[in-house]
């Protein structure tokens, strides 16, 4: 049995309630025996103690100033590429150009990870997580990967082309963002497609609080505004509909007002953000799960969002905009699939599936679930994951 590998993660904030996936695959792959050292650049809106901070570290330590006599020692020409790289291609990510990376201290990181036994190094999204894996392993000589994911890919790069050419394995979330790669960036090199998976919850049970819940940050790529156009169709044959909003965002007091224009104030609540597992509990209580999904003005886009799995793991049918990733989860067995920006077709797909009797309701809601059991579960993917880095048992 070979030794298990150890994994040094570089993310630009850890335990971000937003990006659950990556904490919970982090998780995982404990769970399943592989030894991750985790260094966030800036610290997240959660609790993330078992992560090094780079701008937490303060420059009275002498630490730092010993680790760079080592790698400058060990390696010349590595250190002096190093370097290069942070003076140079990467500059713009570092503070001294804008970005937020204090360069001085990833040697010291280099030393952390060396007496960690770390072997390989893994970013997600191309950002200045990734930037930091690029320039360790030029330092460390030690192989890097990264997860793309979808604003990094479409909306925020960042020197991506520097980093697609870098790194020693490309990942990404879905067969959408891998066509794009390949289309639009040209990038011909392999790309391996891991999910980000879900933890599969107990069934939801009992009565249904809400007909229909969305959840996600409420800016313009969410369609929230399509949903409220939606219900409002909706609302005129079902006066006691019942809408869930969850999230908050720049669009939060634009929504408000389309809802009391609409006529929806006894009809749609909003939540605001909520923790995690409250948002799951939320979901599971609606008797349908609806992301009106888009392609933002500026590019900005989902691509295969986690909390439609979170929906369909709960057994909740899901009705979503046929757009990005999406049709590659849902279907018209598990939910139903509507034009983008279709208030009229959306109205019809919710009514749809609201009508159908609760025995054949609660059967698309299983059918959601075995999907998301065979195909996108957490456990499953980080075994893949683990497989693809080489690491673990």
């Not at 690029?134 to 479409?154: C, E, K, R, V």
């Amino acid at each position: 049995m070979t030794r298990p590998a150890v994994v040094g993660y570089l993310l630009d904030r850890y335990r971000q309630p937003s990006q659950t996936f990556i904490s919970g695959e982090i998780d995982e792959l404990r769970r399943q025996g592989v030894d991750v050292v985790v260094v966030s650049v800036r610290p997240g809106a959660a609790d993330g103690g078992d992560a090094m901070v780079l701008t937490d570290l303060h420059a009275g330590d002498l630490a730092h100033v010993r680790a760079h006599v080592f790698w400058a020692l060990r390696s010349p020409m590595r250190y002096a590429r190093f370097w290069q790289l942070m003076r140079g291609a990467l500059r713009s990510e570092t503070d001294a150009g804008g970005g937020h990376i204090p360069a001085r201290w990833l040697p010291y990181v280099a030393s952390r990870f060396r007496a960690a036994g770390v072997t390989r190094l893994h970013a997600h999204f191309a950002w200045e997580g990734a930037a930091c894996a690029h320039a360790l392993s030029t330092l460390t000589g030690l192989p890097w990967s990264m997860t793309l994911h979808a604003n990094d890919i479409f909306a925020r790069r960042r020197n991506l082309e520097i980093k697609l050419a870098a790194a020693n394995e490309l990942v990404t979330v879905c067969s959408y963002n891998a066509n794009y790669l390949r289309e639009e960036l040209l990038v011909t090199r392999p790309m391996h497609e891991v999910v980000c998976g879900v933890t599969m919850p107990d069934p939801a049970t009992g009565q249904a609080s809400y007909d229909v819940v969305t959840a996600g940050r409420l800016v313009e790529k969410k369609g929230v505004d399509t949903l409220l156009e939606a219900l409002a169709l909706m609302r005129a044959g079902r006066p006691q509909l019942r809408a869930l909003v969850i999230g908050d965002g720049p669009l939060h007091y634009d929504l408000l007002e389309q809802r009391e224009r609409l006529g929806l104030t006894n009809n749609v609540e909003f939540a605001g953000a909520l923790p995690h597992d409250r948002v799951l509990a939320a979901i599971a209580s609606s008797r349908v799960f609806v992301l009106a999904a888009r392609i933002a003005a500026n590019g900005d886009r989902d691509s295969m969002p986690v909390v439609v799995k979170e929906a369909m793991a709960s057994g909740v049918p899901v009705v979503a905009a046929d757009v990005v990733a999406i049709p590659e989860m849902v279907d018209d067995t598990v939910g139903r699939l509507v034009p983008v920006d279709d208030a009229v077709a959306l109205a019809a797909a919710l009514r749809d599936v609201l009508d159908l009797p609760d025995e054949r309701r609660l059967e698309m809601g299983a059918r959601a679930r075995a999907r998301v059991a065979e195909r996108f579960t957490m456990s499953g993917e980080v075994a893949r994951l683990r497989k693809l880095l080489a690491v673990g048992t």
